[in-house]
Structure formats: C-alpha cells, structure tokens
C-alpha cells in the first residue's frame, strides 16, 4: 500500500505462504512459486532503525522493547483516515490472535494527527497490539 498526506492506493491481495521451521530458518513462496530458503539465502533479515513513540497511555514505548521481547515483529504504518490501512490491520487481526504466544508481535505506527481519532479507530477495530504515534504525520522523522 502507498499513502500520501492526502490520500492512499490500495494494496493488492497476493496470496503467500510463510513456513518457519524450530530453528527459526524463515521460507516464503507466493503462487505457487519455489519456497525461498533462508538458510541457503545470503541475504540477511530487514533490519530496521531504532524509535520510540507514545503509546495510547502518553507513556513512550521504544519498538526495540517490543521487538526484544518477540521472535517475529510486524511493523504496520496507518492512519484512522486511511480505509485501506485499517482494512488491511482488521485483516491482520486473526494471524495476531492465533500467533501471539508463539512470540509473534505487531506494532502499530500511526500517522494520525489526532489524538481522538486515532484511539477511537484502535477501539473501533479492536487492535491489541502496540499502538504508537507522535502525532506528527507524515512530518514525523
């Protein structure tokens, strides 16, 4: 998906699979391709720079924290206005569910500019993830 401060394209659906073995080798395939297999790959993991951002509470919440503590992190960029966003993370919400206590974990950036908004949108869609925003937009670092 691609955002702008004025409006967002939504994603198309691609069907894929993510197999992950009890050493944490990772292989992915999408339709029907050949698995990619991560323990012959010499490409390594995404890695990501380091933020802090308040949680709903106002408290901040450093993502290393929270990455620190899961075996698999998903990083996902909303906003209460973008429909396509919140469609994607209502999607996302019974993988959470399901892989939570197998050390799966999300946090929820938010490029929301109000407060209000942004927290009626995660009660409104039920995310129980980390939610976290500067209120900044797309101004925010």
């Not at 069907?15 to 012959?40: C, K, L, Q, Y």
């Not at 197998?102 to 950036?109: R, T």
Request: hydrophobic share 40%; charged share 20%.
């Amino acid at each position: 998906m691609a955002c702008t401060n004025q409006m967002c394209l939504p994603p198309s659906k691609k069907e894929f699979t993510v197999a992950i073995n009890h050493r944490g080798d990772v292989s992915m395939s999408t339709n029907g391709a050949a698995p990619v297999d991560s323990a012959n790959s010499s490409k390594k993991a995404v890695v990501y720079e380091a933020f802090s951002m308040a949680g709903i509470d106002g408290k901040t919440i450093a993502a290393g924290d929270v990455v620190a503590k899961a075996r698999y992190t998903f990083i996902d960029f909303w906003a209460s206005w973008c429909a396509p966003c919140r469609k994607q993370a209502r999607e996302l919400l019974p993988v959470y569910d399901k892989y939570k206590s197998k050390g799966f974990a999300v946090i929820g950036v938010s490029l929301d500019t109000d407060a209000a908004a942004w927290k009626k949108a995660i009660l409104a869609d039920g995310y129980t993830w980390t939610n976290v925003c500067d209120l900044k937009g797309f101004e925010s670092p």
